[in-house]
């Protein structure tokens, strides 16, 4: 049975106001649990509504006071400091546009190239706009000022292929890696092309310097491209993909909200569209509420007609209308449908992930069985989603041999969940070492892909973080077994990957503590006596 998040907490997660771990931790909830999906869906909307609809007018009785106050000779002057704060403020506009002035015509003199295509607001457009998967397509990107005066620059992307979307392929750091050099043309602008990979179905896009030490984020929205598909329609994965974004801002929500709206007019027959919308309706204001709710509860109804009549349905047309059913509050609907997806397609990943850890231990045969599947799904992508499912079932059925490989192949995509299930009772020495090799390789900066988010300095910290975290959790668990050379080595290297971070000395805190518990009193004084760098604190570095 799964734990469910309060309320309080899916509510500061649809806003986006949990620390980054936090957030990890319940996005990966949501992974397997369609009812907080539909919660945190049903927040965003009643967010989205409220944001939608006008501020109310100002009502006859207040004006009519005004009136009558500014009749009987009653006046509201700003205080002194601040005439002279609005006095100032003239003179710095004043100033501002001479010095505006003043650089167009040194620009105009000067004719200094690209200054004109340079901007406080980047933009990347694609030819053609929705290319079909393993075709060319060219790129142009208008720069933002950071990025102007670079002579070449890279193209960063992450691809989501034609699967069942996954969560974490949307969600978390979102790793991407170099696909294209656009060159800087004569109006100051770049230009590149590359090849969509076969299969494809979206991409998430940002642009940094060669060196990576600058980055265009679109205002952390990132870019974003959807292929088309052999019919000449736009792809329905990459719709999906588009709509299924988290939306930080206005501009993300009404780019998820049009893409669900074409899903519905592209495929209409589709439970996944008409759920899709259900989830991102957010543009009717909240006197209509009711309303939008009465359709919502017709279009199931239609669709829970035509679905019942046909001889067959797909697992993903199946968890649609479990989503649906939970965000019009029809729980016995939900449940027929879960019950449907459970019993005619067991084994796909979608029924994996409605499973709770209960069910796994009661049905050993089955997690046999799904284990097998999480095989073959990870031989096509390996996914840090499937890899936590995989150590999810394989610890509920009591599968050390399992647990151990799917624990390893977590610790690859420097995954927190490599530790997450207790695995270091069954893990044992060799496995412990492996990840304390793996996370070794992780921060020595080799890998081609790094976070579409952040520049190279940013994501190596970031993975030092995740690497020390991760690797402290796992010395507390070798610890806790008795494995007290194992603790001792992977609590060491926390603690070096913690140096001079915030959240440092926490770390030494913790090995110190354990080192007490070893009876090894001397080395402990020594660390805890010694001097130790202090690091700035900030979202990504959260130990407790």
């Not at 999906?37 to 049903?42: D, G, P």
């Not at 102007?148 to 620059?153: D, H, K, N, P, V």
């Not at 080395?523 to 130990?543: F, H, I, M, N, Y």
Request: aromatic share 6%; net charge positive.
């Amino acid at each position: 049975m799964l734990i469910h998040p309060r309320s309080y907490t899916l509510a500061r997660f649809a806003d986006g106001e949990l620390t980054r771990e936090k957030q990890k931790r319940v996005a990966a909830h949501l992974a397997a649990c369609l009812r907080c999906r539909a919660t945190v869906a049903s927040v965003r909307a009643l967010g989205d509504a409220a944001r939608a609809s006008a501020p109310p007018a100002a009502g006859d009785a207040l004006w009519a006071r005004i009136a009558a106050r500014r009749a009987s000779g009653e006046r509201m002057l700003p205080p002194a400091d601040a005439r002279e704060a609005s006095r100032g403020s003239l003179m710095r506009k004043a100033a501002a546009t001479a010095a505006a002035v003043a650089m167009i015509l040194i620009i105009a003199v000067a004719g200094i190239e690209g200054v004109v295509a340079a901007s406080q607001r980047g933009g990347l457009s694609f030819t053609p706009a929705h290319p079909l998967p393993g075709k060319t397509l060219s790129v142009r990107y208008r720069p933002i000022t950071e990025l102007s005066g670079a002579r070449e620059l890279e193209l960063r992307a992450r691809f989501i292929r034609g699967r069942e979307l996954l969560w974490y392929s949307l969600y978390g750091d979102l790793e991407g890696a170099t696909v294209a050099r656009l060159m800087r043309d004569a109006d100051g602008t770049f230009s590149g092309s590359f090849v969509l990979p076969d299969s494809a179905s979206y991409a998430l896009l940002s642009v940094a310097t060669m060196t990576g030490d600058s980055v265009d984020t679109n205002s952390r929205l990132l870019w974003d491209l959807v292929a088309s598909q052999a019919d000449g329609r736009v792809s329905f994965i990459g719709l999906r993909a588009q709509a299924f974004r988290p939306r930080g801002n206005p501009a993300g929500g009404g780019r998820a909200k049009a893409a669900a709206d074409r899903m519905v007019a592209l495929y209409p027959d589709s439970a996944q569209s008409w759920a899709m919308q259900a989830e991102r309706e957010g543009s009717s204001r909240i006197p209509h509420w009711l309303s939008v709710f009465s359709q919502r509860e017709k279009r199931f109804g239609m669709l829970d007609s035509v679905l019942t009549a046909r001889p067959s349905v797909s697992a993903p047309e199946m968890a649609a209308m479990i989503s649906f059913a939970w965000l019009i509050e029809e729980p016995e609907a939900a449940a027929h449908w879960r019950a449907r997806l459970l019993a005619e397609h067991p084994q796909d990943l979608l029924a994996i992930r409605e499973r709770g850890a209960a069910e796994w231990k009661q049905h050993r045969e089955l997690a046999t069985d799904a284990l097998a599947t999480l095989d073959r799904e990870w031989a096509t992508q390996q996914d840090e989603e499937i890899a936590q499912y995989g150590q999810m079932v394989a610890n509920a059925a009591g599968d050390s041999a399992s647990l151990a490989a799917w624990t390893e192949r977590s610790a690859r995509l420097g995954g927190y969940f490599a530790v997450e299930f207790s695995t270091a009772r069954v893990v044992g020495r060799a496995a412990a070492a492996g990840l304390r090799a793996r996370y070794r390789e992780l921060i020595a900066d080799s890998t081609p892909t790094r976070s579409l988010l952040a520049t190279r300095d940013e994501d190596r910290g970031r993975r030092r973080a995740d690497a020390a975290r991760t690797l402290m959790a796992l010395g507390r668990q070798l610890a806790a077994v008795g494995d007290t050379a194992s603790a001792r080595d992977t609590l060491a290297l926390a603690s070096d990957l913690a140096r001079g971070m915030c959240g440092g000395a926490f770390v030494d805190s913790i090995r110190i503590q354990t080192l007490r518990s070893f009876g090894d009193s001397a080395e402990a004084t020594r660390l805890a006596s010694a001097p130790r760098p202090t690091g700035k604190c900030g979202r990504d570095w959260r130990l407790h």
